[in-house]
């Protein structure tokens, strides 16, 4: 867990050092597309692959079996867009530290991979899985 820790709580440390150009950067890549863009999803990319390992060390450390270890790159990438929406709302807030930021994203992947690790998979209800599958046959 600590080098989940820390890799959240030193996105978020790069962010309040460089604020004003991270905002420019995503927001301007959001704007313009083109080739800002493409850099921009290509150093996601890359964050998201680190991440990815960085998650699957920690679960095979953990004793996480193989079929998990394979949702790793989806789960890293939902991390990677969790970081930077909690990153732009905090923009916005002042008197929040980066460490109470970094705290509120660990906390909902921590939980979520720690279940998951224990086993512990969420499958929609009934109802929901028949809308699925409507959506999916439709």
């Known amino acids: 867990e600590e080098p989940l820790w820390a890799g959240i709580v ?10 004003e150009e991270w905002r420019v950067v995503y927001r301007e890549a959001a704007a313009q597309g083109g080739p800002f863009a493409a850099e921009v999803e290509r150093v996601r990319g890359e964050i998201a ?5 960085r998650l699957g060390e920690v679960a095979e450390a953990a004793g996480v079996e193989s079929p998990l270890l394979a949702e790793m790159e989806w789960l890293a990438h ?11 709302l905090w923009q916005g807030r002042s008197g929040i530290s980066k460490e ?5 994203l660990m906390n909902f ?4 991979l ?25």
Not at 49 to 53: F, M, Y
Not at 114 to 138: I, K, M, N, Q
């Open 109 to 112: 992947a921590w939980l979520g």
């Open 10 to 19: 030193a996105f978020f440390e790069f962010v309040e050092r460089h604020g």
């Open 100 to 104: 109470d930021v970094a705290a509120r």
């Open 78 to 88: 939902a991390l990677v867009g969790a970081a930077e929406s909690l990153a732009r």
């Open 49 to 53: 692959r680190i991440v990815t390992q």
């Open 114 to 138: 720690d279940r998951l690790a224990h086993g512990e998979v969420w499958t929609p209800s009934s109802r929901a899985a028949d809308v699925v599958r409507l959506r999916r046959s439709g």
